[in-house]
């Protein structure tokens, strides 16, 4: 099982990013999806989540309206647009798969926002 993330790195306050997670090894589409960060100094917070059924989401109020969290099924891949990006949401972002009794995560991806 391996969740990796991708897409991570330096950007300016107001702009970009867009995150990947790939997964493999596990039948991607029963599983929740949930993107979780852990900011200097901080615990991990949850950051957006897509849940079964109905790929509800939910978000982090701090992120409401700037990220969006998606999902393609047939390739296995978990995605958060991350939109008016803020020095406060400089962090390590990080991919969980959730569901038939297992918790998986990815190694992370750094995301820092600095002018």
């Known amino acids: 099982v391996t969740l990796v993330e991708s897409g991570g790195g330096l950007v300016q306050p107001g702009e970009s990013l867009t995150l990947s997670c790939a997964a493999s090894?596990?039948?991607?589409?029963?599983?929740?999806m949930i993107w979780y960060r852990q900011r200097p100094g901080k615990e991990r917070e949850l950051v957006a989540a897509?849940?079964?059924?109905?790929?509800?989401?939910e978000y982090a109020e701090s992120v409401k309206d700037r990220f969006t969290i998606s999902r393609n099924n047939d390739r296995a891949t978990a995605y958060l647009q991350m939109t008016n990006l803020k020095a406060d949401d400089t962090a390590v972002y990080y991919c969980?798969?959730?569901?038939?009794?297992?918790?998986?995560w990815g190694q992370g991806t750094q995301v820092i926002v600095s002018s």
């Open positions: 969980n798969a959730w569901g038939s009794g297992n918790d998986y």
């Open positions: 897509m849940r079964r059924p109905g790929n509800y989401r």
């Open positions: 090894g596990f039948d991607f589409k029963w599983y929740d």
